[in-house]
């Protein structure tokens, strides 16, 4: 390979130390962007979206009221119509679910529910309260004021 003249090499070495200098600059400033609002006041953020966690708690129970609820197969995620929050911490869930009967044979049946968010740490079973539920059009479960229905 033939080698370029010396004051060609100088002036790529500073161009290399330049871009060196300049990539390294970007990386700091867009470190100190993306964690300069990280210390914002958590009254002024919006409130989590629990709506996949509401999804996850509710079928709980659903398998709780299955014939054989080993056997249960959800949605992997509920469909974007299925889970529709009233407001900050109600959740209407409508899915499917796929399990077996009696008899073993596979079958799915549809269901809806509503459950409640209390607070705390969303994975948690105690923070979540069902109202609602119905399984293929039976009410299971009803606390739900008749106001509300």
Request: no cysteine; proline share 0%; glycine share 6%.
């Given at each position: 390979m033939e080698q370029l003249p010396a004051k060609h090499q100088k002036i790529t070495n500073k161009q290399k130390g330049a871009l060196a200098?300049?990539?390294?600059?970007?990386?700091?400033?867009g470190y100190a962007i993306s964690h300069s609002g990280s210390n914002t006041s958590s009254s002024t953020s919006q409130p989590k979206d629990e709506s996949l966690m509401a999804y996850i708690q509710a079928q709980d129970y659903v398998k709780r009221n299955l014939k054989s609820p080993s056997s249960a197969k959800f949605p992997v995620v509920a469909p974007k119509e299925g889970v529709d929050s009233q407001?900050?911490?109600?959740?209407?869930?409508?899915a499917y679910v796929d399990s077996q009967n009696s008899f073993g044979a596979?079958?799915?049946?549809?269901?809806?529910?509503?459950?409640v968010y209390k607070g705390g740490d969303d994975a948690d079973p105690k923070n979540w309260e069902i109202t609602r539920?119905?399984?293929?059009?039976?009410?299971i479960i009803n606390t739900v004021a008749p106001a509300q229905k």
């Open positions: 200098f300049v990539v390294v600059a970007f990386i700091v400033m407001n900050s911490n109600v959740y209407d869930i409508g596979m079958l799915r049946s549809q269901w809806a529910a509503q459950i539920l119905d399984i293929d059009g039976n009410e």
